[in-house]
């Protein structure tokens, strides 16, 4: 089994900063890229940001744009989301994701393309 566990979410105000992080745990698993996707209330899940694991590329929504950064830690197996200057409208529950076959850069923001969600953390800026 493979789990990918998020944690670092909570309650601030806007402007102000989180990093959340996911673990991948369980059976060893070819890690193409991970994800970070958020839902907010009544919206369907949607692309944050992506990192490839093994170059480190990345990739990035507009909204998030020089305000989040993602990276990731290869020995740790683990992918964090360094999120700064936020707004009320990154309110969400943030699901960390991977993919394990190859990938398409022109899908990366494609839900079906992932192969293994977190459970979600909740994330809430207030103004």
């Known amino acids: 089994q493979v789990q990918l566990v998020e944690s670092g979410g909570g309650l601030v105000q806007a402007g102000g900063s989180l990093r959340l992080s996911c673990a991948a745990s369980?059976?060893?698993?070819?890690?193409?890229?991970m994800a970070w996707f958020r839902q907010a209330p009544g919206k369907e899940r949607a692309f944050v940001a992506v990192?490839?694991?093994?170059?480190?590329?990345?990739a990035y929504v507009d909204s998030v744009q020089g305000r989040f950064s993602i990276s990731r830690d290869v020995p740790k197996n683990e992918v964090h989301l360094q999120m700064n200057s936020l707004k009320p409208e990154d309110t969400a529950v943030y699901y960390c994701?991977?993919?394990?076959?190859?990938?398409?850069?022109?899908?990366?923001?494609?839900?079906?393309?992932?192969?293994?969600w977190g459970q979600g953390t909740q994330v809430t800026i207030s103004p």
């Open positions: 994701a991977a993919v394990t076959r190859s990938l398409r850069w022109s899908l990366i923001r494609t839900v079906s393309v992932y192969d293994y």
């Open positions: 369980g059976r060893t698993f070819n890690k193409v890229a």
């Open positions: 990192i490839t694991w093994g170059s480190g590329d990345t």
